[in-house]
């Protein structure tokens, strides 16, 4: 490394050690300003006042958008050709979710699929593939979802973000390009190999590469429509599913685990003209209780089936599947 390469990269570390420590104390600092002004007694009982139906069509949805990601294994799996069963890779993605979801990608994303698939037998560069499949699955669906919200003006960010419309939409359509050129090389690029820092990425069929799309942007239209619900529908969809866009881009940045403090921060700051702040808070921390906190109660009994069926089953032979 030249010493005119140091100080850039040295800034950057500078950075990213600090920038997470930035945005999670503008996130509280946010949600103590607000919170001065909040009767909590009024946020506890809109939380405890949902109705039964409504909090079990949010348990639902939720259901749906973790069958969703959990499709994403499935094609890792017949995208490496794996002889193990869609239900066990099903399985193995509904614990790495919910753990990601609570604890960060370190050890949801990529801790337990490392443990999980090398007891089944998968090799390392194997088990890679599936992560870096699943990973690509899950942002290609984001990225079509936020490229057409923000792409075509159906949701606006707060005047007083400094980001403007425009500046908004160019990044979008970016977004959407991305998708597009992404489709279209996995249907005619004659180049079907890339390597990123030695990991060997072959890309994989369109039909595959649709199925991709498909079920990532299914995952994040159910992850939304729990929120929807739990808003009693007083805001229009499309508002609530590009303030959860917005949210899980913040919690990337900040590396906090379960997004705690920043996807209340932003559902406050971009609803709240529009929807009183206890029953914001209220949904957002009962959509905590469902997506979260739940889910990683059912994926704790489904880890321990895992755990303790894995020696029996390693590696389902293929007249099995």
């Known amino acids: ?34 919170a001065r002004s909040i009767d909590w007694t009024t946020v506890a009982v809109a939380a405890r006042d949902y109705h039964p139906t409504t909090l079990l069509l949010g348990t639902a949805l939720a259901a749906v958008a973790y069958a969703m990601y959990a499709s994403f294994d499935v094609l890792g799996n017949r995208y490496i050709d794996s002889p193990i069963r869609s239900a066990r890779a099903a399985g193995i993605a509904f614990v790495s979710y919910a753990c990601n979801q609570n604890f960060g990608a370190l050890l949801g994303t990529v801790g337990l699929r490392l443990r999980l ?12 593939r599936i992560i870096v499949l699943s990973v690509i699955t899950n942002w290609l669906g984001y990225c079509a979802l936020a490229g057409t919200l923000f792409g075509f003006g159906l949701v606006s960010v707060p005047t007083g973000w400094g980001i403007g419309n425009n500046l908004l939409q160019a990044g979008a359509w970016l977004l959407l390009l991305a998708v597009v050129g992404y489709l279209v090389a996995c249907a005619w690029s004659r180049q079907r190999t890339l390597y990123i820092r030695d990991q060997r990425i072959e890309l994989p069929a369109l039909r595959l590469a649709a199925s991709q799309l498909a ?31 917005l949210t899980s881009i913040a919690v990337v940045i900040a590396h906090i685990p379960g997004g705690i403090g920043i996807i209340e921060g932003v559902f406050v700051a971009v609803l709240s003209p529009r929807m009183q702040v206890a029953e914001i808070l209220a949904a957002v921390l009962t959509f905590r209780a469902i997506f979260y906190l739940g889910a990683l109660l059912v ?5 321990l089936a895992l755990e303790t069926n894995a020696p029996a089953t390693a590696l389902d032979k293929a007249s099995k599947a």
């Open 117 to 128: 698939y090398s007891k089944l037998g998968l090799d390392y560069p194997d088990i890679s």
């Open 215 to 245: 079920a990532s942007t299914l995952h994040w239209l159910a992850a939304g429509a729990v929120l929807y619900v739990l808003l009693h529908a007083q805001i229009d969809f499309f508002s609530v599913l590009g303030t959860l866009l």
């Open 1 to 34: 490394m030249s010493t005119a390469q140091f100080p850039v990269s040295a800034r950057w570390r500078l950075a990213s050690r600090w920038l997470p420590l930035v945005l999670m104390a503008a996130a509280a600092g946010l949600i103590i300003y607000k």
């Open 299 to 303: 994926a704790g009994l489904v880890y």
